[in-house]
Nanobody, 124 residues
């Protein structure tokens, strides 16, 4: 059983930055594909970014490309999401997720474990 705990959310003005962290426990972190997703009120959960288990490959949603950066520290069992140039439309609950078998760019349905989420609010 893998447990994920997100942190780093908060309230920020347009153009500001936040760094989200997701600490994992209870599994073999360095073999997992990790992902960040978000869900705004009244909307479906959507993909934000993913990183391969070897940290050599990353992928982003078009809406965040060039502004967000996903990274991981396998020694700390932690994945990060650096968010710059934030916009009001980035407001959402952000979730990290684990895909245990190391698939590259798994579908949202293929993720095995989810964190509880952290709120990000960007004011205009």
């Amino acid at each position: 059983q893998v447990q994920l705990v997100e942190s780093g959310g908060g309230l920020v003005q347009t153009g500001g930055s936040l760094r989200l962290s997701c600490a994992a426990s209870g599994g073999t972190f360095n073999s997992y594909t990790m992902g960040w997703f978000r869900q705004a009120p009244g909307k479906e959960r959507e993909f934000v970014a993913t990183i391969s288990w070897w940290a050599g490959s990353t992928a982003y949603a078009d809406s965040v490309k060039g502004r967000f950066t996903i990274s991981r520290d396998n020694a700390k069992n932690t994945v990060y999401l650096q968010m710059n140039s934030l916009k009001p439309e980035d407001t959402a609950v952000y979730y990290c997720a684990v895909e245990e078998s190391g698939l590259w760019k798994p579908d949202i349905k293929e993720y095995d474990y989810w964190g509880q989420g952290t709120q990000v609010t960007v004011s205009s």
